[in-house]
């Protein structure tokens, strides 16, 4: 299995959703662009983990996405 730049991007985007959605339910402020509030961490982590999965969809398909019990959390 090769890697891609792209490969990388999403993983860098799941990252940081991971991060601010971690942060938004311990309660502690994490600065974004937007601010630092924790309602605002999980919406801003809900965003960048919707553009990640997009992006694996765009590459990998939609079957691929679905057949891939990891991602789906199972």
Known sequence: MTFS???F???L???GAMIHIA???IGI?????FGSTPKVNLIY???VAII???LYIYKYGFMATINNSLLMGL
């Open 5 to 7: 730049i792209l490969d």
């Open 9 to 11: 991007f999403i993983g």
């Open 13 to 15: 985007l799941l990252l």
């Open 23 to 25: 942060s938004s339910r």
């Open 29 to 33: 402020q994490f600065p974004t662009i």
């Open 45 to 47: 982590g809900l965003v």
């Open 52 to 54: 990640a999965i997009e």
